[in-house]
């Protein structure tokens, strides 16, 4: 048999993903303010399209019928939502008395309370010193010189809790100074404010709040040397080593407690992001209703108008490119609501499935996978984890991560149906923190009280949720109930 080189011609099937769904996937999985940024490089880089406030009621120059295609926010009953892929349409006559709405921003809010004041700006916290800044400050109010740069090294090395990190031979090698100098220096920055700041460590950091408190007497000293003592709990030794009786005991442990540990953190570094919500929930007479916060998207246009003055008389080659950001705009509109859809859809499955937290809260959740809502949605389980991933719903409870109302189920006792970890965990709260100083439940007691309410739960779960959850042992919660008082 003879070999050589030949040509074969055959056909075959496979599953290619085009750039297009690729990028219909990747939008499915932005939150609201993601989505935003990349919105703006879209509009950056396509001219023909453009944006309208997101509450516009058509003022200003509208475009004729046909030359725009908005994206609308989408708002579906739950039911609806599970059955139809179009949105409710909701009856233009509203009870003002019985709806309530969500506002977007503040500026939603002027007017509705009746006075014509607008808004007060003043009220608006501005943004605070971090903790480097403010000590600069005071190095500059008391230092000058040679001091001054060695406040500064000093102060360089604070950590973002108040501690000093540093060698202070080491720091008076390098600066070509005194040992000595830099200590006198450093017993002058402990002064600053916050109180404590500057310590080396956290007997140090508490000694320095003790001293300007005029509270540093021996016995103080002496506790301050022993916080290992404190932390244990051995109120016997540490009596006969400070020389003190039981009230005076109590006493210094409770003006211990009253000294901050980390002096620094009150500056708080970076800001706090706020969380913004990308769904809203509420209830109606005619039941749940879900929809998009619409707030924080732009309203995204097509302006073919403008594609139809650019290819006017244009160049084959200009009108072929005219044409692909005519069609990429055309997507990325279609794209952008059936994401909102999507969304929606899931969301009011998660709503329809979770009803009873919503109604009666958290001990009524139902154990609930991400299978279950694509089976019931007719979608596959890898979408619904990327509509679930960095989105947040914000209902009459409070606001919380799609992902929080996923969680496995614990079993009942008398295997009649199941219950969300997430309610086992909060009667687990309930149950510790309730629990008196004098009877400290330990975790074979949790879990035989809640074996007793119906849940089958061993004792390392029960120890795995309570450590989940930050709370110590038995042991460990009756050490501080009893540091407490």
Not at 164 to 169: H, I, K, Q, Y
Request: hydrophobic residues 45%.
């Amino acid at each position: 048999m003879a070999l050589g080189p030949r040509l074969d011609l055959r056909q075959s099937q496979s599953l290619v993903m085009t750039p297009q769904l690729q990028q219909a996937i990747k939008l499915l999985a932005l939150s609201n303010l993601e989505l935003d940024a990349y919105l703006a490089e879209a509009l950056e880089g396509n001219p023909l399209l453009d944006t309208a406030a997101p509450d516009s009621e058509g003022g200003g120059d509208e475009a004729p019928e046909g030359d725009v295609a908005p994206v609308e926010a989408a708002t579906l009953d739950a039911d609806q939502a599970l059955s139809s892929d179009s949105g409710a349409t909701d009856d233009l006559d509203v009870d003002l008395g019985a709806e309530s709405f969500h506002h977007d921003s503040a500026s939603d809010s002027v007017g509705l309370s009746g006075d014509s004041e607008g808004i007060d700006f003043d009220s608006f916290a501005g943004e605070e010193d971090d903790l480097h800044a403010h000590l600069l400050a005071q190095v500059g109010e008391c230092f000058d010189g040679l001091e001054a740069l060695i406040a500064e090294q000093l102060v360089a090395m604070i950590d973002e809790a108040g501690y000093l990190r540093a060698d202070l031979s080491e720091l008076a090698q390098r600066l070509g100074v005194a040992l000595a100098l830099v200590e006198a220096v450093l017993a002058r920055v402990q002064c600053f404010d916050p109180s404590g700041v500057g310590g080396r460590d956290l007997a140090e950091c508490i000694a320095i709040q003790a001293r300007e408190a005029d509270r540093y007497d021996p016995a103080m000293a002496t506790m301050i040397a022993h916080l290992d003592l404190v932390a244990k709990g051995a109120f016997p030794q540490l009596k006969r080593i400070c020389g003190v009786d039981d009230e005076d005991l109590a006493d210094m442990i409770r003006e211990l407690r009253g000294y901050d540990p980390k002096p620094g953190l009150r500056f708080g570094g970076s800001a706090a992001q706020a969380v913004v919500p990308d769904l809203y929930v509420r209830q109606t007479a005619a039941g749940w209703a879900v929809e998009i916060n619409g707030g924080t998207l732009p309203r995204l246009l097509v302006n073919r108008r403008y594609y139809t003055e650019l290819a006017t008389g244009a160049a084959a080659k200009n009108k072929a490119w005219l044409s692909e950001q005519l069609a990429g705009a055309n997507w990325l509109v279609r794209a952008l609501d059936q994401r909102q859809r999507t969304i929606v859809k899931v969301a009011s499955a998660i709503v329809k499935q979770q009803e009873g937290f919503f109604i009666h809260g958290v001990a009524h959740m139902r154990p609930l996978t991400l299978r279950q809502v694509a089976e019931e949605i007719g979608m596959h389980e890898s979408t619904v984890s990327r509509v679930t991933s960095n989105k947040y719903l914000s209902c009459a409870r409070g606001l919380f991560e799609l992902k929080y109302f996923f969680s496995s189920g614990i079993a009942a006792v008398e295997g009649d149906g199941a219950v969300s970890a997430e309610a086992v965990k909060s009667r687990i709260k309930a149950m510790i923190e309730g629990e008196d100083a004098k009877a400290i439940l330990s975790d074979e007691t949790i879990a035989q009280k809640l074996s007793a309410e119906g849940h089958d739960i061993a004792r390392r779960t029960v120890v795995k949720y309570r450590e989940a959850m930050g709370y110590g042992s038995s042991v460990q919660r009756r050490r501080q109930k009893a540091l407490a008082g």
